[in-house]
């Protein structure tokens, strides 16, 4: 059974860093696409970050372009989420969560099999 475990999050003060963790047990992690979702009060989870099992061409959310990168380090079995510029719109629950990249479908519309319990991420002063 695939399980990611997400870790990392906090509260950090606008502007400063962040970077989550993602660590998963079981079998062939470097196989699975991997996302970062977040989820703030009152909305739907929408997908920030990807990366595919190759870690070529990641996705990025508009709003958090040039400021968040995502990195897998497959030996590992663990994904990241590195976030920086913080601001108080970056508060959420971060989601991490893995899935089988079909043919014709990209980081985005593909389906994510595999979710962790989620971390909290408070951006304020």
């Known amino acids: 059974q695939v399980r990611p475990v997400e870790s990392g999050g906090g509260l950090v003060q606008p502007g400063n860093s962040l970077t989550l963790s993602c660590a998963v047990s079981?079998?062939?992690?470097?196989?699975?696409?991997v996302g970062w979702f977040r989820q703030a009060p009152g909305k739907e989870r929408v997908l920030v970050s990807a990366?595919?099992?190759?870690?070529?061409?990641?996705y990025y959310e508009d709003s958090v372009k040039d400021r968040f990168t995502i990195s897998r380090a497959n030996a590992e079995n663990t994904a990241y989420l590195k976030m920086n510029n913080l601001t108080p719109e970056d508060t959420a629950v971060y989601f991490c969560?893995?899935?089988?990249?079909?043919?014709?479908?990209?980081?985005?519309?593909?389906?994510?099999?595999?979710w962790g319990q989620g971390t909290q991420v408070t951006v304020s002063s």
């Open positions: 990366i595919s099992w190759l870690g070529s061409r990641p």
């Open positions: 969560a893995l899935g089988i990249q079909d043919v014709g479908r990209t980081l985005r519309t593909m389906r994510y099999k595999y």
């Open positions: 079981g079998p062939a992690f470097s196989s699975y696409a």
